[in-house]
Every structure is written in C-alpha cells, then in structure tokens.
C-alpha cells in the first residue's frame, strides 16, 4: 500500500509530523512498521493568510487538484497499491477534494478507486453549522499568525468553498460503489485557555465511522515521541486493521 501524509495549513511535509525531539516518524517508525509500504509526504504552500485572501480562487480545490496529480505521476511506477491517507487539520479537506475530483474527472478516477482509507487527525467536517467553519479558522489564525482583520473579513465566502467540498464528500460516502474506511481522531487538550481546542470533538467526527481522542493539542497530536507514544499506538493499530 501507499500511505499519503497530507499537512495541514501552515504546516508542511515535514514540520508537521516531527516531534521536537526530531522523530519523524513516518519514516523512523511507520516504514519500519510497514516495511511493504510506499510512505509519501504531500508538501503544499499552506501559507495561512495567503490561502485565506484568494479564497476565491479556491485554493482548496487547486491544492486537492495538485494532491490528484501528484499521485497519479507516482503512481505511474507502482501499478495500483491501494493507497490510505493521513490526513491533520484541514489537509483532510485536501484530501476530500482529490478525491471529489476522482468521482468527476475520467483521468483522476483511479485515485478514488484505489484509495482504501483516510485517517483525519483534527479535520473540521463542518456539516450544517456553517459558522463553525468561520470560528475554526479564526482560530487558526489567531493561533498561528496573529489575528488579521483583514482576513477575518474573508472568512465567510471561504468558509462555503470548504463546506461545499466537505458536503461533496459525505455525498460521496453514501454511494453504493464507494467502500472507503474512516477513522476520525480528535484533540483532547486546548492550545491555551483563551482559544481552547482548535477542532471541537463534534466537528472533527463523522457520525458513521470511528473515531477517537488523542491525548495532545491540535498542533501536537501529529508528533510522537517513538514507538511508545500512546498516540503513535493508536494511528499503528488503525492502519494495522486496514491493511491486514
């Protein structure tokens, strides 16, 4: 199989999934794990403020689409292993979105068909409460970039992209043809008393599909320590399950 690491907005393909004492463990842990494994680490200009004011260009759909290609260009020398993607933050809408396009578009199709399972770390799935995406955001920019009115003021036409791709998504999942495994895990610790949790529980859940806690903030519950990090254990077992 391939594993896909997809990094969330601000992060990158490596930052995100090293832990300060340098582990990064999708190759010092999870390749010796699963040593038949393709491990990929997706890097896209996350850039917070920049891909907030050019919302309207949908950014979300050109980082899905580049998520697409990307893998079917490597893809090219792998025939067709199934692929799982794990996914923190709002790179699990990255995800969403690539595979929407693989449900529309002929070349991108084997994306979506190849694709066995996604692993969201902290993803919002926003679902009716649209000002639950606004809210999320805000905090990321709070949190990460000093808070920008500016931006603030973009928040809500780019909080419709991102609803529109997340709703896209469940439509998708109820398909007859469509058999993708989910696994959703949420943070249990605020960033600090006055944001509090980036992602709520109930935001970063699907009803349908399991999920659970990982004992970390948003920005650390995708840094583990070595292979006896309980969080490190929990993300093992899932992809243990799936590709047993």
């Given at each position: 199989s391939s594993i896909v690491f997809v990094h969330g907005l601000t992060g990158n393909r490596e930052k995100t999934w090293t832990h300060q004492n340098k582990t990064f463990w999708p190759s010092v842990?999870?390749?010796?794990?699963?040593?038949?494994?393709?491990i990929l680490a997706f890097g896209y200009d996350?850039?917070?403020?920049?891909?907030?004011?050019?919302?309207?260009?949908?950014?979300l759909n050109d980082h899905g689409k580049s998520l697409a290609y990307a893998l079917l260009d490597q893809r090219g020398s792998v025939g067709q292993r199934p692929i799982i993607f794990i996914a923190h933050s709002l790179g699990g809408l990255v995800c969403e979105e690539a595979l929407n396009l693989g449900s529309k578009r002929q070349d991108l199709q084997s994306i979506l068909t190849n694709t066995l399972g996604i692993v969201f770390m902290g993803t919002p799935h926003g679902g009716s409460h649209v000002a639950g995406w606004g809210s999320t955001v805000a905090k990321y920019v709070s949190v990460f970039r000093g808070t920008n009115r500016d931006i603030l003021r973009n928040l809500q036409p780019g909080s419709s992209d991102l609803q529109r791709t997340d709703e896209d998504f469940q439509h998708m999942l109820v398909r007859d043809d469509i058999k993708l495994k989910i696994y959703c895990f949420y943070?249990?610790?605020?960033?600090?008393?006055?944001?509090?949790?980036?992602?709520?529980?109930?935001?970063?859940?699907?009803?349908?599909?399991?999920?659970?806690?990982?004992?970390?903030?948003?920005?650390?519950?995708?840094k583990f320590t070595g292979r006896a990090d309980a969080g490190y254990g929990q993300v093992r077992g899932v992809l243990e399950r799936w590709i047993k």
């Open positions: 842990l999870l390749s010796e794990d699963f040593p038949r494994a393709r996350a850039d917070v403020v920049r891909f907030w004011t050019i919302v309207s260009s949908n950014r943070e249990a610790l605020k960033m600090n008393d006055i944001v509090g949790k980036i992602v709520e529980s109930e935001s970063a859940i699907l009803p349908a599909y399991d999920n659970c806690s990982i004992d970390a903030d948003h920005r650390t519950m995708t």
